[in-house]
T-cell receptor
């Protein structure tokens, strides 16, 4: 039972490079989320998708794009990476309503 | 503007005593509140939640209290155990599925 799977687990990029972070869930959840975690800043919502075919901006969407490829997969793309995007990125999913999120183990991204 | 606030970055509690973690929110449209626990190098894991129509929810050693008039919720852990040492995040949900987290409180359980 994999739950929420994020790939890759670690990545180092140079400024200006592009990168797609992958997330897949096997729980048939409707909603999926991308967060970033920075020291002293908690978890900040980047984008979310309440259902297949819809995406909405969160608190810090600038510099990112997302794709809800199907019900299982929700990818996060950095078109031109910047050092300020160095962070740990977490993907989460849930049924919706009054159900909690399930998180992946994170992708540690460093941009030089 | 921060909608979910955890004003204590860290808290130290003696083993066996009660741990109380606090959270304040500003948006009265939040209808569901959650607490998550996070260990280093792992994703957050769900602990306990409460709907806005309730004022208390209990699950074993964990109890969450909600005071809607004060826009305040708290997590009580009784008794505190060494394995409870972690970062605790408060989160709040809107009807459109948007879920916002606080900055977290690091709990240290002292032997």
């Amino acid at each position: 039972n994999a739950g929420v799977t994020q790939t890759p687990k670690f990545q180092v990029l140079k400024t200006g490079q592009s990168m797609t972070l992958q997330c897949a869930q096997d729980m048939n959840h409707n909603s999926m989320y991308w967060y970033r975690q920075d020291p002293g800043m908690g978890l900040r919502l980047i984008y979310y998708s309440a259902s297949e075919g819809t995406t909405d901006k969160g608190e810090v969407p600038n510099g990112y794009n997302v794709s809800r490829l199907n019900k299982r997969e929700f990818s996060l793309r950095l078109e031109s990476a910047a050092p300020s995007q160095t962070s740990v990125y977490f993907c989460a999913s849930r049924w919706g309503g009054l159900e909690p999120q399930h998180f992946g183990d994170g992708t540690r991204l460093s941009i030089l | 503007d921060q909608q979910v606030k955890q004003n204590s970055p860290s808290l130290s509690v003696q083993e066996g005593r009660i741990s109380i973690l606090n959270c304040d929110y500003t948006n009265s449209m939040f209808d569901y509140f959650l607490w998550y626990k996070k260990y280093p190098a792992e994703g957050p894991t769900f602990l306990i939640s409460i709907s806005s129509i309730k004022d208390k929810n209990e699950d074993g050693r964990f109890t969450v209290f909600l005071n809607k008039s004060a826009k305040h919720l708290s997590l009580h852990i009784v008794p505190s155990q060494p394995g409870d040492s972690a970062v605790y995040f408060c989160a709040a949900s809107l009807r459109d599925d948007k879920i916002i987290f606080g900055k977290g409180t690091r709990l240290h359980i002292l032997p």
